[in-house]
Nanobody
Framework: QVRLVESGGGSVQSGGSLRLSCATSGYTYNRYCMAWFRQAPGREREGVAS???????IYADSVKGRFTISQDNADNTVYLQMNNLKPEDTAMYYCAARSGISWLSLSPLYYTDWGQGTQVTVSS
């Protein structure tokens, strides 16, 4: 059974940093794509960053230069390092995955597996 569990969210002041983690289990494919999304109240879910099994990555324009997605195959964890956080980064952050294919995407329609989310709040 596929499972994604996020952690690392919290409250920080503007300019601060957080690192989100997504622990994965149940995957048996060598090819996959994983991503971080976020959703603020009253807004659509937005793709933030995506990484595939070849370690290629893409980012939303709003986070380029501030966020970094990475993966550690040894412990099956995907990370999102978030630096220089802004109040507009405040949202629930979700980890998502799709296995069996290596194709980067920031569309939520592409992903089949989702975590429960972790809240990030940035105050000014």
């Amino acid at each position: 059974q596929v499972r994604l569990v996020e952690s690392g969210g919290g409250s920080v002041q503007s300019g601060g940093s957080l690192r989100l983690s997504c622990a994965t289990s149940g995957y048996t494919y060598n090819r996959y794509c994983m991503a971080w999304f976020r959703q603020a109240p009253g807004r659509e879910r937005e793709g933030v960053a995506s990484i595939d099994s070849t370690r290629r990555a893409i980012y939303a324009d709003s986070v380029k230069g501030r966020f970094t997605i990475s993966q550690d195959n040894a412990d099956n964890t995907v990370y999102l390092q978030m630096n220089n956080l802004k109040p507009e980064d405040t949202a629930m952050y979700y980890c998502a995955a799709r296995s069996g294919i290596s194709w980067l995407s920031l569309s939520p329609l592409y992903y089949t597996d989702w975590g429960q989310g972790t809240q990030v709040t940035v105050s000014s």
